[in-house]
């Protein structure tokens, strides 16, 4: 048996919150006691929080709900028309893997990878994207790009308006957009959206569309995150299945990419504006050295973030513009 799966069984045993002896692990895994120790400080550096107490043994600080691809199966409403997905383990990162997955084999559009922690989760601009295990969505859509890339901008807000929109349907309170596409909760920042393209050989282009949530961030991990952040445990009304948020957030994701290949961003403008936490508000964009500010107008058809300043409405397009409040 390979490591990878002696620790998915470790954790799988562990899941249930409750005490578990290292005779009894041990037991299960076919290894030994110290085996069964030098597995649970792997478990610690995928982000998982562990008590060891002597004479009783090792548990998880709480109850995990792993992801389980029949649940969110059961839970995505009208299912027999969607593409198939996988749900993974640990991973360096699931767009990656969801990379080398389209070099072997043709995907549908829409095809998509769950994982359960990312060992280099990637954010926007070279950040990381702090990933522990079983505790928030890490998430990759492959989708094409019929038009090649330059429909990406709009693309990746699309997916934006169906996450606010999604998180909206949950019911909590005070989501909002920040461009291009962060989705924010009250301020703090809850999910982000990172874009990979290709262009292969034949012309052809596609985007991998990763998608992080947090959903119940650990304490131990969070002094790492280097911005204001939130959960949705925090935020949601009622206590709500890990699955079925995944399946939600699946769906609402799915419907969006098609409705955006059918019509482009257009429709999404307005929806963008329900949502746009810096709309009608003074902004600053930091773009490496230069510095503009401005009052911020919203989207345009394509994407571009609309600034309006002395001189009139500006449009600022791509990735390495940081957009902040002027305080
Ligand atoms: C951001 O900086 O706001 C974008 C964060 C994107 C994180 C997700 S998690 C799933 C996918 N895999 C990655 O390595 N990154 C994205």
Same mark, same amino acid.
């Given at each position: 048996m390979k490591q990878s799966q002696r620790l998915d069984q470790l954790i799988q045993q562990l899941s249930d919150g409750e005490f578990h002896s290292g005779q009894s692990l041990g037991e299960q895994l076919n290894i030994s006691r110290a085996a069964v120790n030098q597995h649970i400080h792997k478990l610690e550096e995928l982000g998982l929080e562990l008590f060891s107490v002597s004479g009783k043994g090792y548990k998880l600080s709480q109850q995990l709900e792993l992801l389980d691809k029949e649940k969110i199966k059961q839970a995505t409403e009208h299912f027999t028309n969607e593409p198939d997905f996988a749900v993974y383990s640990v991973v360096d990162s699931s767009n990656d893997e969801l990379k080398l997955l389209a070099q072997e084999q043709k995907l549908a559009a829409g095809y998509s990878v769950f994982a359960? /922690? %990312?060992? /280099?989760g990637r954010g926007r601009r070279g950040k990381r994207w702090i990933s522990p295990f079983g505790s928030n969505l890490y998430f990759s859509v492959y989708w094409p790009l019929a038009e090649g890339i330059h429909g990406a901008m709009g693309l990746s807000l699309a997916v934006g308006v169906a996450l606010a929109e999604c998180f909206g349907s949950l019911g909590i309170e005070g989501v909002g957009l920040k461009w291009p596409n962060d989705v924010y909760i009250k301020g703090k920042k809850v999910s982000g959206i990172l874009v990979d393209l290709e262009t292969l050989a034949d012309g052809s282009a596609h985007s991998i569309i990763g998608i992080g949530i947090n959903l119940k961030m650990p304490e131990s991990v969070a %002094?790492?995150? @280097?911005q204001a952040w939130t959960d949705i445990s925090s935020e949601i009304p009622t206590i709500m299945s890990r699955n079925l948020i995944a399946a939600r957030v699946r769906d609402s994701v799915l419907a969006c990419l098609s409705e955006y290949d059918a019509a482009g961003l257009s429709v999404f403008q307005e929806r963008w504006r329900a949502y @746009? %936490?810096?709309?009608d508000k003074p902004v600053r964009l930091v773009m490496g050295q230069r510095e503009c500010v401005g009052t911020c107008r919203g989207i345009d058809e394509n994407g571009a973030l609309l600034v309006q300043d002395e001189t009139g409405v500006k449009r600022y397009f791509g990735g390495e513009i940081s957009l902040r409040l002027q305080q």
């Open positions: 359960e /922690a %990312q060992t /280099a %002094q790492h995150i @280097d @746009d %936490q810096f709309l």
